[in-house]
């Protein structure tokens, strides 16, 4: 692998650059705002307040969202859920 290559991926893993880079895209798809680079900039706005622990980061999923899934999952209602759903439902 030439020098520049290697030194791409290493900037690339150094700054999580793939994982915020698929967040992002995942919110756009999630949300569909009708004003893409406002609600971008919105977002990385939160991600910079959550790390100065001046607010929250940006998820996909809120609370009303797992209690959704995990009802889902928990289809008799014990209150847990056994590791095999647990992965059934993480890969979906």
């Known amino acids: 692998m030439?020098?520049?290559e290697e030194q791409s991926r290493e900037y690339l893993r150094r700054h999580r650059?793939?994982?915020l880079l698929h967040r992002l895209g995942?919110?756009?798809l999630f949300h569909r705002p009708e004003r893409p680079r406002?609600?971008?900039i919105q977002v990385l706005e939160r991600v910079m307040a959550g790390r100065r622990a001046e607010g929250e980061y940006p998820?996909?999923?809120d609370?009303?969202?797992v209690d959704a899934m995990f009802s889902l999952l928990d289809v008799l209602g014990?209150?847990?859920i056994r590791p095999a759903q647990y992965r059934e439902g993480a890969s979906t």
């Open 78 to 80: 014990q209150g847990h």
């Open 59 to 61: 998820f996909l999923m």
């Open 63 to 65: 609370e009303a969202n």
């Open 38 to 40: 406002e609600f971008l």
């Open 26 to 28: 995942a919110l756009l």
């Open 2 to 4: 030439a020098a520049g």
């Open 17 to 19: 650059l793939p994982e």
